[in-house]
Nanobody
Framework: QVRLQESGGGLVQAGGSLRLSCTAS?????????VGWFRQAPGKEREFVGQ????????SYADSVKGRFTVSRDNAKNTAYLQMDSLKPEDTAVYYC???????????????WGQGTQVTVSS
C-alpha cells in the first residue's frame, strides 16, 4: 500500500507564508517518481499548482503561483515540500500532493493522492 501524507496547512494572513510537506510511505520508490501539488477551492475543480521531477532538477508551476510558490524535495526523507510565499486570499483551498509513479509528472494519470490539507488565507 502506498500512502502520501500532507501536513503544514493552516490559517495565515494575506502576504504571509506557509510550507506544506508531503511524506510518502509504503511500497513506493519515492526517489524515482515526480511529485505534484494540486489544490481545490470550494465550488471549483481541482487544479495543478506545481511539480518536481524525480531528481529535483526540474520544476514547473501554474501561472497563478509562479514566482510565489516553490516545490522542492528531500529524497532521503521521502518528502516533498511546497513553500508558499506572498499568499493571497484566492490561494485558499485544500492542497493535495500526488504522483503518477513516473519520473516526470503525468497530470492526467495520477496514481496516488494524499488526503489533502486545508490552507486558508485571510484578507
Amino acid at each position: 500500500q502506498v500512502r502520501l501524507q500532507e501536513s503544514g496547512g493552516g490559517l495565515v494572513q494575506a502576504g504571509g507564508s506557509l510550507r506544506l510537506s508531503c511524506t510518502a510511505s509504503g511500497r513506493l520508490s519515492f526517489s524515482n517518481y515526480a511529485v505534484g501539488w494540486f489544490r481545490q477551492a470550494p465550488g471549483k475543480e481541482r487544479e495543478f499548482v506545481g511539480q518536481i521531477n524525480w531528481t529535483g532538477g526540474s520544476t514547473s508551476y501554474a501561472d497563478s503561483v509562479k514566482g510565489r510558490f516553490t516545490v522542492s524535495r528531500d529524497n532521503a526523507k521521502n518528502t516533498a515540500y511546497l513553500q508558499m510565499d506572498s499568499l493571497k486570499p484566492e490561494d485558499t483551498a485544500v492542497y493535495y500532493c500526488a504522483t503518477s509513479g513516473t519520473v516526470h509528472l503525468v497530470v492526467h494519470a495520477i496514481r496516488y493522492w494524499g488526503q489533502g490539507t486545508q490552507v486558508t488565507v485571510s484578507s
